[in-house]
């Protein structure tokens, strides 16, 4: 590597399409996962690991979703669900 260039930081996107949500649910958690994730939008189909999300920003999202929503989460389901799509669907449960 040059010694004078800047390595720079690798750029997570989505996978798929963006979908918008629908719900007000569905708002805050995009709202919360871009949040959590510092991106500017996150759609319903998108996985919060594939932008970048790891464990420790998956804890930031889990104490923004209690927070805001009452809702308590463990990083277990944030790996089970980790799209807003299944996790809306699984806290609608």
Do not use: W
């Not at 996107?13 to 996150?42: H, I, K, M, N, S």
């Not at 089970?80 to 699984?90: F, I, N, S, W």
């Amino acid at each position: 590597m040059d010694p004078g260039s800047v390595q720079q930081q690798p750029i997570f996107t989505a996978a798929t399409a963006y979908r918008a949500p629908g719900t007000r649910r569905q708002e805050a958690l995009c709202r919360l996962f871009a949040e959590a994730l510092g991106v500017d939008r996150v759609g319903l189909d998108d996985s919060f690991f594939d932008l970048g999300g790891q464990s420790l920003n998956g804890v930031r999202l889990i104490n923004l979703i209690a927070k805001e929503l009452g809702r308590e989460l463990s990083i277990d389901e944030l790996f089970d669900y980790p799209t807003v799509a299944e996790l809306d669907d699984y806290l609608r449960d």
